[in-house]
């Protein structure tokens, strides 16, 4: 049986883990995905969202940034009532607003993918933990990033969820050394 990171603990974890976290993601459609994903997060678990990442999908039109960002307030009301969805006013509206902002960065950087991989010089970081909990909620890099987010407008970006993010489009490799991912993310 192969040794994974510790909170991989049932099938979806498992799926999740074993194929796409910590995987280098470049494509900015992705990136646009767990960037509302990981804000959804904030104050819940990742199996939580990881549940409902269908729904997000259908209910934000599979993640496509130039859509979201015209969404008006009946759009809003929609989600708002959509219960396979995280109900939550202040994070809906910050997806909203975080489409737009994503494409202004991707209108002057030419893709996202170039402008978010730049806080991590555009190489996978790699640590070596050798325990789950040994793994930092935040980085310097991280806090960069956040930082450097909301001034250009963007919220419920903190350092925690930004670093969730680095972790989950492989911008940090966080498998714990034993974990079988670990070297195949390399």
């Not at 883990?17 to 678990?45: C, M, Y």
């Amino acid at each position: 049986m192969e040794k994974r990171c510790e909170w991989a603990t049932d099938n979806l974890l498992k799926e999740y883990h074993d194929t796409e976290w910590g995987v280098p993601l470049h494509n900015d459609r992705k990136l646009f995905e767990f960037l509302i994903l990981d804000g959804a997060q904030a104050g819940l678990s990742w199996y939580t969202i990881l549940r409902k990442r269908d729904a997000y999908r259908k209910a934000f039109d599979d993640f496509d940034p130039k859509k979201v960002a015209l969404y008006t307030r009946t759009d809003v009301q929609r989600l708002l009532k959509n219960k396979e969805i995280v109900r939550n006013q202040q994070k809906i509206e910050s997806a909203i607003n975080n489409a737009k902002c994503f494409l202004e960065i991707k209108g002057k950087f030419g893709s996202f993918d170039k402008y978010i991989w730049g806080f991590v010089e555009h190489k996978t970081i790699t640590n070596k933990y050798r325990r789950w909990k040994d793994t930092p909620a935040y980085s310097n890099e991280s806090e960069n990033m956040s930082k450097n987010l909301k001034e250009k407008g963007f919220s419920f970006v903190g350092p925690t969820i930004c670093y969730a993010i680095m972790q989950s489009v492989g911008m940090v490799n966080d498998h714990i050394i034993s974990c079988f991912r670990y070297k195949q993310v390399n």
